[in-house]
């Protein structure tokens, strides 16, 4: 992808805000979104604002065992403790108890994050942003989660959470965690470091991508069921050592004519490799797409009419090609993430028109 031109800071939050399916969250920081100077800054208030109402709904707690010296007996005695210690002479017992309490993985990873940026070096470089209010703030939030224990952060934390219906309040906030944490790593270059960042590090940015243009076509997509399938190799043998495939977006019509679409989301550094100094299609590209849209015709009609797409983001370059392959139309598109937020949006939907 090329990155000479930066995306814009609201396009990057609608893309985030896409990709974590929480995008009827994005009229509340529309302001935000609009007038901030850099990813970095917009995501830290954003998470400082979630993280003063679950302070102010009062964070949320787990029953959790601990050990405490209690009067009498409560709950599991450790005789060994009270015994050793001659403690039962004294009417006091060393007891397993269960007690609520904010010191949840949740509340460590939210309060970690919160003392990371309020120190990150990279929201010094945002100019028009008053930091040293921001940084106030973050430091202000710490402070106020007195009872949650400061730790270092590892990938296993983000991979342990579990959130049920009643917790979205901590989706957003924790979903900003972890991009930031994955994110954390410094950059040299100029302009807005979180997105630079994200631009460089194409494993984290393919699976937003990915997230991204599902979320969107789920949203705006009416009578259409979005997706992401898994495919099978008609194999008349049943060799069993024959792979899986795996579509990123397959859109299926509900109605008629039942269109079926097979949409893959790429990144590159270009979205055309050069060869022998001319410009050519990636080739493996167009083999998966080719083997996703093939291998299925005997499925049926809608199968059989499917058309595939490569879509690849970009910040200047702009390609819509088109190829017919044994009766299958594939088309190659990208769509830049450089331009208003509307015409990202007008372009998305005219791919699958």
């Known amino acids: 992808m090329t990155t000479g031109t930066a995306i814009p800071v609201r396009n990057a939050w609608y893309l985030l805000l896409y990709a974590w399916d929480m995008v009827a969250l994005g009229e509340r920081w529309r302001a935000d979104a609009e007038s901030s100077p850099s990813l970095l800054s917009l995501l830290s208030t954003v998470l ?70 309020a120190g990150d070096r990279r929201l010094d470089a945002t100019e028009g942003a008053d930091v040293n209010a921001l940084r106030a703030r973050l430091r202000g939030l710490v402070r106020r989660m007195d009872g949650v224990r400061t730790v270092s952060l590892t990938g296993s934390d983000f991979g342990r959470l579990q959130l049920g219906r009643n917790d979205r309040d901590y989706a957003l906030p924790l979903s900003i965690c972890e991009l930031l944490f994955h994110a954390r790593l410094p950059t040299e270059d100029a302009g807005d470091h979180l997105v630079r960042s994200l631009l460089r590090d194409e494993i984290t940015f393919h699976r937003l991508y990915e997230r991204f243009v599902r979320g969107f076509y789920r949203r705006h997509l009416r009578g259409w069921r979005v997706h992401a399938e898994g495919l099978t190799w008609p194999d008349e043998v049943d060799s069993g050592l024959v792979p899986g495939m795996k579509t990123d977006v397959s859109l299926d019509e509900r109605s008629a004519p039942f269109r079926r679409i097979v949409l893959d989301t790429k990144f590159y550094a270009a979205p ?49 090609a088109r190829m017919v392959v044994q009766g299958y139309e594939i088309r190659v598109v990208t769509v830049d993430l450089g331009r208003p937020w509307r015409e990202v949006e007008d372009r998305l939907m005219g791919i699958v028109a």
């Open 272 to 320: 055309l490799a050069e060869r022998f100094g001319s410009a050519r299609f990636h080739s493996a590209n167009l083999y998966q797409m080719y083997a996703y849209l093939r291998t299925q015709e005997d499925r049926g009609e809608r199968w059989r009419q499917a058309r595939g797409v490569l879509l690849y983001p970009t910040v200047d370059d702009e390609i819509d």
């Open 48 to 117: 400082a604002d979630a993280t003063e109402r679950l302070l102010t709904r009062n964070l949320s707690r787990h029953h959790q065992r601990v050990r405490r010296e209690v009067d009498g007996v409560r709950g599991r005695v450790d005789w060994g403790r009270t015994l050793g210690r001659a403690q039962h002479l004294r009417g006091i017992t060393t007891c397993e108890v269960s007690v609520l309490d904010v010191d949840t993985r949740r509340n460590r990873i939210l309060k970690a994050t919160l003392q990371r940026l």
